[in-house]
């Protein structure tokens, strides 16, 4: 595909069920990040994995959330046990590059995010 | 403290004007910095990345300032299609930070 893809694009859930959300990165970008908006809020860091790398998971809120990266390409953020206050839009984002601790010219691609929504 | 500070405004100005954002980071070590935007309901999109020495797309100029850590981004002749939200961001440890945007609204 020509971008990140998300799916699905909008999951309505009740308090207590897990949800999965997926995201299909831009091929061959190595560095794959997690955010979250709330409503009116900015973007929230949560995990972030570039290439085989141990992920950087210091931006999970609680152990009820967990990702992974299978075979360094579609990533899955899972959502344990959901509460309200999880309801967010979930975005993901691809690069090529990816930080490190060099500076670089990173460009993130987003996708068009997961609209969370627990009742 | 939040890595990456910014005015949330509302900020509404007339169709021409000329507006400024700034964003506050507070790690003296990021080293890459970039301003994204945001229309509503969309992802956001890399709008432009800010270099040491400033740099400028056409009416857009960025700008940083590492001895007051800040950057900042100024907007000349304001179109009604610049309404949007505009996110700063700059480079952690090893991922990305945002600010919580500044909502910029031009008004005919």
């Known amino acids: 595909g020509a971008g990140v893809s998300q799916s699905p694009s909008n999951k309505v859930t009740e308090k207590g069920k897990d949800v999965e959300l997926r995201c299909d990165p831009i091929?061959?970008?190595?560095?794959l990040y997690w955010y979250r908006q709330s409503l009116g809020q900015g973007l929230e860091f949560l995990i972030y994995?570039?290439?085989?790398?141990?992920?950087?998971k210091s931006g999970l809120p609680s152990d009820r959330f967990s990702a992974e990266r299978t075979g360094g390409s579609v990533s899955t953020l899972t959502i344990q046990r959901t509460q309200q206050e999880d309801s967010a839009v979930y975005l993901c984002a691809s690069s090529s590059t990816g930080t490190g601790r060099i500076a670089t010219n990173e460009k993130l691609f987003f996708g068009s995010g997961t609209q969370l929504s627990v009742l | 403290r939040k890595e990456v500070e910014q005015d949330p405004g509302p900020f509404n100005v007339p169709e021409g004007a000329t507006v400024a954002f700034n964003c506050t980071y507070s790690?003296?070590?990021?080293?890459?910095f970039f301003w994204y935007r945001q229309d509503c309901r969309k992802e956001p999109k890399l709008l432009m990345s800010?270099?040491?020495s400033g740099n400028e797309d056409g009416r857009f100029t960025a700008q940083l300032n590492r001895a007051s850590q800040y950057i900042s981004l100024l907007i000349r002749d304001s179109k009604l299609s610049d309404s949007a939200t505009y996110l700063c961001?700059?480079?952690?440890?090893?991922?990305?930070?945002f600010g919580t945007g500044t909502r910029l609204t031009v008004i005919p």
């Open positions: 961001a700059e480079t952690g440890a090893n991922n990305l930070f």
């Open positions: 790690n003296s070590a990021s080293q890459s």
């Open positions: 800010v270099y040491s």
């Open positions: 994995f570039q290439g085989n790398s141990a992920p950087d």
């Open positions: 091929s061959g970008h190595t560095a």
